[in-house]
DNA sequence: TAGCAAAAGTTGTCAGACAAGCAGATTAAT
DNA sequence: ATTAATCTGCTTGTCTGACAACTTTTGCTA
């Protein structure tokens, strides 16, 4: 089951015509501050009618590719598209890499953010936390579901770091694998001990950063990441041999 | 007359109505699967055209919080919103932090992606820096504009990790910061060592890349990072003690 | 009760019209 | 001749009504 929503086929007509235009834009064809086609031109061009082509441009307002100005026309912005991020068009949802690839961003982030959390942390960041925390233990003992804990002890630690767009950042890839994370809190993931093993990686990732310590923090992390992405089954060979410091490899014996 | 209250600027009927259904969405007033009401119904309800809110819904689908299906109606998405994400609305703009929070989330994704691009670089990602880098040399030696071979080189060693979600990433964050690369190019840059100094840190990124030098490439690139926010006029002070490793603070002695 | 066909409801598309605002050409005033 | 005001198309924004495509419900029949 891919974890990427999939994009769907466009099927309608407005999509079409906004999937095109969109495409010259990134294409080069219309750089940026040019003023693309009228609506009536537009209209005869595709074959549709006016209300086809507004709709396709109301989208690429949304996204930020143009900005239109009523008497004046549809202008190309100063940096078409480059205001969202979305990972949609940034893999291939149907490549079998493209989980994997998603998870390293997310293990990327995720280990500085365990890492300046450890420097920057308030004692509200570390109740936050430990609230969490307690709440996935109990899950762990009553063998119930845990995913909501888990996502929350997460967005604490990256709150913890005082970055609201690292903060954001976070929440925006982790709920990108808020469906993976049920093999991990159902009854084959408690059973299987899978809940406990990711209880006692949080635990540790608690510990350093309540120590503030920021080395110890991003280890466990990191160890948390990689174990979290062999239980949903993502081959962390290939990103796991990246270049590390040898306190990384060493650490936490 | 329309029925809502014209609280903020929208001076288009279509992104009231489009906000307004937003902030429903994300106050949990609907919440996801649940069938929003019908166009003749909407359009009845804010004193507007069926066309209206035909294009505030086509604004919606294009952000990701709703999806339509012909005949039945349209429906919340399962993660509204989350499927992009927009520094936007993660950071408040006037803020006088936010440029540095931005700054330091580049700095997290590029350190580590000059450390991956050691190892996982091919002759052909290194020919693609190089050039990159030439380019650069020779804007620095004729006292030319480098933004865009400044941009081209981390674009490249972004794509050297062979992560299409990173290099994404990494393109859409240095995009923000493109108008604060000029400082470095232009003529009181040159004259101040700026470009010259900028070329330095390049070089050496370049080397420990080529040389599959992960921990030289991370530290190489932390140097550029500080050092490139400090000449945009980022205090990195708040950011900079972040924890790290040994190694990072005594490589390249 | 089960199955099926008609009907009602909803979104998708089209056409035409007018209002609101903009840009360049024309005209008037100095 | 230069400048200011006005005029005239053109473009986007909104409205209305209609029909097509599709889904869901209803109601009838076997």
Redesign the interface.
């Known amino acids: 089951m891919p974890v990427i929503?999939r994009v769907?086929r466009p099927s309608q007509l407005?999509e079409t015509v906004?999937k095109t235009i969109e495409k010259w834009i990134l294409d080069g064809v219309m750089a940026p501050g040019v003023k693309l086609p009228t609506e009536k031109t537009l209209s005869a061009e595709f074959g549709v009618s006016r209300?086809v082509v507004?709709?396709?441009i109301?989208?690429?307002?949304?996204?930020g590719y143009v900005a239109s100005r009523q008497g004046a026309g549809a202008f190309v912005e100063a940096?078409p598209g480059?205001?969202?991020?979305?990972?949609?068009?940034?893999?291939?949802p149907a490549g079998p890499a493209?989980t994997a690839?998603?998870f390293?961003?997310r293990y990327?982030?995720e280990t500085?953010a365990a890492?300046?959390a450890?420097?920057r942390r308030s004692d509200q960041d570390l109740v936050q936390m430990r609230e969490a925390l307690l709440r996935m233990r109990y899950a762990v003992s009553e063998r119930t579901d845990g995913t909501q804990a888990d996502d929350d002890f997460h967005v604490a630690i990256a709150a913890a770091t005082g970055?609201?767009?690292?903060?954001?950042?976070i929440r925006?890839v982790g709920?990108?694998f808020?469906a993976s994370r049920v093999p991990t809190w159902n009854a084959e993931g408690h059973a299987a001990g899978r809940a406990e093993a990711a209880q006692a990686e949080h635990e540790r990732m608690f510990e350093a950063i309540a120590a503030r310590?920021?080395?110890a923090?991003?280890e466990a992390a990191r160890i948390h990441m990689v174990e979290a992405a062999r239980r949903i089954g993502i081959d962390t060979d290939h990103?796991e041999?990246?270049?590390?410091?040898?306190?990384?490899e060493e650490a936490l014996p």
């Open positions: 929503a769907a407005s906004s209300a507004r709709e396709a109301s989208r690429l307002k949304a996204e940096r480059q205001n969202s991020f979305r990972l949609a068009d940034a893999v291939d493209a690839h998603i390293e961003l990327i982030v500085a890492a300046l450890a420097s970055n609201p767009a690292l903060l954001r950042f925006f709920h990108q808020f310590d920021g080395v923090a991003r990103w041999p990246a270049p590390r410091a040898p306190w990384e």
